[in-house]
Every structure is written in C-alpha cells, then in structure tokens.
C-alpha cells in the first residue's frame, strides 16, 4: 500500500479510501451489503495496507448502519491504526432540527456517530452539503470547538458552490477557527466542468481532494455498452437497471470518449479501466487526490486496489486528459 | 432615467449605464463610431439622463477615453460616473495587473479622460501571474490617493471574486464594490455563481453584453443568413436552443407592446433583482435612441415570466 498526508494535515493515509455508502443500505428492500459480507470487506482493505475508511450519519438504513457494521468491526481492531470519516447534514430524523449544519444538529448528530462507531473521536468530520439556512459562521464555530473537545481531528467539507468553500475558508481565516482541511467532491475522470473551481479552490489552497464515485457509478469499468442513443444498455444485475437517473447523472458524449481513452491505456498496461481511471486521480498534481472507492465483492475491491500497481506514463495520463476535452472551444472556461 | 444607488456605495447612478467599446475602433479600414458620432451618442444619453460611462484602456487602444474625455470637457465632470478598466494595458503591455501595471495605466487613463479621478476602476480580468494581494493594495493606495473612488471587477470565477473579498477583509484594503459580468436573458447559468456572491455581498451588478451580442435584437433569424455587416457574419455563433428561445420570447412580447425586442430585453435586465445599472452599448445615434426607448417600456409579470422561462 502507498501512504500520503492528508493534504496539508499531519495524518497519513492509504493512496484510496474505502467507502461505505452500500453498508446496510436496501435497495427495493433487498440488503446492498450485509454486517457479515461488510465486515469481509474491511478486513480485505485493511489486510492490504488500507487504514482510512469513509462514511456517514446517513449511510445505511436505518440510517446509523453503515456507522454501526465499522464499529463492531472496529471492535476488534486498534482504533488508533485507522482514519475514520464521518459527515453531517442530511436528515437523521423528521424533526425540526433533524437536519442541518446547526449548532444544535451538529452537536446531536456527533455524539451518535461516535456512538455508533464505538470511538471518542473522528479523524474527519464533514459538512455532507452547504446549508444555505444556517450561517457558517454558526457552523464553524460549532465545528472548532469539537476540534478542541478532541471529538474531530480535521474539518472537511463535501460537495458546494466553489465560492461557498471560499467563503467557509475565509470565515476561518478571520474567525480564526478550524478551516476546512479536506474535500470531497464528485469527481472523476469523466466530468470536469461542473467541478473544475471546486478543484481550483482546493488546489489554491492546499486542500486535500477525496472524490467520491471516482469511476462514475461504475460507468469507467467499461462494464456498459453503448446504445444507439448514445446512453447505455444496462448488463443484468448492474445499477444500470435504475439506467435512467444513472445516465443523467454519469454517462455524456464527453464520458464515452474519456472511457474509449481509459480502455485504451488499460489495455496497453494490461490494466482493468477501473484500475486506469482510479489510477488518473491518484496521479493529480495540483493537489493530494485520495479516490474513495467502494465495492460490493472482496473480488471488487481487489481489482481496485490494485489500481495502486499501475503505473501511467505522461503520455497516457495527457491522452485521458484530452479526452475530458470535446473540443479545444471548452477549454476556454467563462471567466477565468 | 430613474437614479438609483451603486451597491453598498454612497454614489447615485443612472439606471444604465453607456458602453463605448465602439468609440473609435477600427475595423475593415473604417472607424465604427467616429468621435463626432460619439460625442452626438453621448449628448443623447445625457440628455435623457444617463450620467454612468464605462469605458476602458483597452478600448480602440485608448481612443475611446480621449473620446469620451474631449466631450466631459465641455461638461461638468461631477455630473458624471466615470468607469474605465484595466488588464489589457496600454503601457505596461506585458503585465496586467502588477504594481506597476496599474501605476502606469491609471495615468494614461486619467490623461485621456482629462480627469483626477475614476468613480469606478474596473480589474478587467483576473491575473492569476499576480498575487491578488499586490493588485488590492495598489488600488486601494489609489483610493487614498484620491485618483480612484470604488474599486470593480469584470469576469472572473466567482470563487476568485470571493477570494478577493477575503484578502480585503483581512488585509483592511478597499474592496470591490462594483461587478461587470456578462449577463442578460439568454446569457444566465455560467453567471449564476458569480451573481449569488454579488447578492451575498452587496455588489452592484452591471452587466455587459445586455442583448447577448446581438442575438437580442430581433436582427437574427435561426435559420437565416446574417444581415449585411452586422456582428452575425463575421464571428461564428454557437447559439443554444434555449437562446433561440428566449429571443423568440423576447420578440412576442415586444409585438405585444410595441416595443422593439432589444428594449424588451433590457427592460427584463434592467428588472432583474440581481441588476443594478445595465451598460448600453451603441454604434449609432440611432441604436442608442432605439435603447433609451428602453425607459417608456415596462413588462408585466407574466411577460417577464415568459422570458425567464424560455432559459430552461
């Protein structure tokens, strides 16, 4: 396994974080992955070296569960040796302050995570979202002083505005309070535009970038073949069956020919794509790229893991990278 | 023309403002707006009660200041809100926005305006070669100075904008207090980011660009040719459905109140919650009289609505 720090933290972490969306979780009523099958995973990530594993409040349902499999399994483990994220916003519950940044939420919601995970701390502690009700002063305060109670280690944020994560990082600088430290945006090697501040933000200020859904819902696989109108034909079993919101949200003509590139390279390093695409955002260099990956099978965890055996050339990583662009046109970004 | 305030300034500005890009410049070996058709175009938009120009140092390489300034001689210089911008730079032309750039370029500026002061210098784009830190200080030493009333900033990421914000407060400098992005009805997702820091932080907004380049105007056609001279045939345009649709929207309406659709779209702007003071631009007296017919137009909700929705 290769180590990195945490951004400009002081905590060292395994080159891919494991994450733990699908521990709990019921689709259609059917059990995603159960404590047992959870509890295999762990122990394949951790037995190849794999120390940070992410989650959250709501992961699992009822929510908690996800949280609740790592702390049995952590159980048995020394706490010390692993980076444990968690994060905060989304509703818990239907109360009035089920959900939020809130002081009152926030507090809430930390004391159960810890709780559930059988820890007195959180390496990282996120904010799930931005909360457009509550100021982030508020927020922020809150969160610092968890920091000084020893309950949170690192802030992070995951997924906003660029300007709002500007914002945040200012409120700190002249609060001087905690600052976001860690960020975890939807990133992967078939979307850029959406993200590409986001990533300027985190790269100006030497933020880390943990991206989640790095292979795009499983999209970089290359386990879908195209359909003639330029969406996906849906192998049985696969999440290509919810295909409709999975195409909005991962498939675009932009994604088809960064696969077609990612295909490519991965043939030519007898690589699988999802070892390539995983590869490419470990490789980004304007600022520290942890990938959170997950998986349903050991067996998938395995060939994601193994994405740290690959190595790209320039040339390789330069060819992925052209194709994120349909043109030169969209390299001219509004602005600058 | 109603007065309205710029932003979180003390400074009271018409409801539009004038655009002078076209002062002066040359093109295809002839002068888009001569300097007596400037000065004609000025006297209209005073006359109608305009006191806001916006010009820059780029513009017809200064041939655009010394136009408006030969014609503010003839005026009382406080009766008018005077903009200019800098990055593309006269005299500093390798640097954009160093120490030295600004020093050199607000000179030039003052000079050909014939002025001690700017209301509002504009960064005209972002200089990632440098440090925002260097640019705030020079400027906000230029508001001391007296040579600068209030700082502004053209395009630029809105995290950047953000950022800029944040280095004033911590530093104690002037801020930016004046915006001049690209916005208008069928120009809005890229801006929505940029505008939601203005609104979060009581920046005026005044957009360029209020017809969309032309497309607003009712001149183009999806599936005809360009007319003769017009901006249509020599830039290829990458028009958007959606775009399409807001002009069609736009010329609905304006048969509707027997307006033009170009006063249509910037009544719609100059409306917008978002907008302080819309930059008019024209190349003619005519085209700036078609605009200020602009203030005997107002649009219903529902009109309004119409507009707003063909962006979907």
């Not at chain 1, 909360?131 to 000084?148: A, G, Q, S, Y």
């Not at chain 2, 006297?43 to 300034?69: H, K, L, M």
Request: glycine share 8%; with cysteine; proline share 3%.
């Amino acid at each position: 396994m290769e180590y990195v720090k945490l951004g400009s933290t002081g905590t060292t972490v395994s080159r891919l974080c494991f994450g733990t969306w699908r521990f709990g979780r019921r689709t259609n009523g059917v059990l995603e992955t159960d404590e047992s099958e959870a509890h295999e995973l762990l122990d394949a990530f951790a037995a190849a070296g794999g120390n940070f594993v992410d989650t959250a409040n709501v992961y699992g349902d009822p929510n908690g569960t996800s949280e609740e499999y790592i702390g049995n399994w952590l159980g048995d483990r020394d706490r010390e040796e692993y980076v444990l994220a968690s994060k905060v916003y989304f509703p818990y519950d239907d109360g009035p302050n089920g959900s939020g940044l809130g002081r009152k939420h926030v507090r809430d919601q930390i004391e159960g995570t810890l709780d559930r995970l059988g820890t007195d701390y959180l390496d990282v502690y996120y904010i799930h979202r931005w909360d457009d009700e509550t100021p982030i002063e508020e927020t922020l305060r809150t969160l610092d002083r968890l920091v000084d109670e020893g309950k949170i280690n690192h802030l992070g944020a995951s997924t906003m505005a660029a300007w709002k994560l500007t914002k945040a990082l200012w409120t700190s600088d002249v609060e001087g309070l905690e600052r976001f430290e860690v960020t975890q945006p939807l990133f992967h090697a078939g979307y850029r535009d959406d993200v590409a501040d986001y990533l300027d933000v985190a790269a100006d200020q030497d933020l880390a970038v943990c991206p989640y859904s790095p292979l795009a819902g499983g999209f970089l696989t290359g386990k879908y073949e195209r359909a003639e109108d330029g969406g996906v034909k849906a192998p049985e079993g696969s999440r290509g069956e919810f295909y409709d919101v999975f195409e909005d949200y991962y498939v675009s003509a932009r994604g088809w020919k960064v696969l077609d590139a990612v295909e490519a390279v991965a043939d030519e390093e007898d690589a699988t794509p999802a070892q390539v695409a995983l590869r490419w955002l470990v490789e980004q260099d304007a600022f520290t790229c942890v990938p959170i990956v997950g998986a349903r099978t050991v067996d998938q965890l395995t060939e994601n893991l193994g994405a740290l055996d690959v190595s790209l050339s320039r040339d390789q990583v330069e060819r992925i990278d052209a194709a994120r662009y349909e043109d030169p046109e969209t390299r001219r970004r509004w602005g600058n | 023309m109603a007065q309205t305030t710029l932003g979180s300034t003390g400074t009271r500005v018409s409801e539009f403002a004038l655009g002078t890009a076209m002062f002066g410049r040359e093109f295809d070996g002839g002068v888009a707006t001569t300097a007596s058709e400037a000065h004609d175009i000025l006297d209209a938009f005073a006359d109608a009660g305009g006191s806001f120009v916006d010009t820059a140092n780029t513009y017809a390489d200064g041939e655009s200041e010394r136009i408006v300034g030969d014609w503010l001689a003839k005026r009382d210089r406080g009766d008018f809100v005077v903009a200019s911008k800098l990055y593309w730079n006269q005299v500093a032309a390798d640097e954009s926005l160093s120490r030295r750039a600004i020093r050199a370029e607000i000179e030039g500026t003052l000079d050909r305006l014939g002025t001690d002061y700017l209301d509002v210098y504009y960064i005209h784009r972002w200089d990632d070669e440098t440090p925002i830190e260097e640019t705030l200080r020079t400027l906000d030493r230029l508001v001391d100075e007296g040579k600068v009333d209030y700082l502004g900033i053209s395009t630029a990421a809105a995290w950047k904008l953000t950022k800029a914000l944040w280095t004033s407060d911590v530093e104690g400098l002037e801020r930016f207090e004046v915006t001049q992005p690209k916005f208008n009805a069928a120009y809005r997702d890229p801006v929505r980011d940029y505008l939601d820091v203005a609104a979060d932080q009581g920046l005026a907004v005044c957009p360029y660009s209020p017809l969309e380049g032309g497309l607003l105007t009712g001149k183009y056609a999806r599936d005809a040719d360009a007319p003769e001279g017009s901006r249509g045939d020599v830039s290829d345009w990458d028009v958007s459905e959606r775009q399409w649709a807001v002009a069609d929207a736009v010329e609905a309406v304006a048969d509707e109140e027997d307006a033009t659709p170009a006063q249509v779209a910037l009544r719609w702007l100059a409306d917008h919650e978002r907008v302080t003071a819309p930059i008019l631009g024209a190349r003619t007296v005519e085209q700036i009289e078609e605009n200020l017919g602009v203030l005997d137009v107002s649009l219903a909700v529902d009109q309004r609505e119409r507009i707003t929705d063909a962006y979907a």
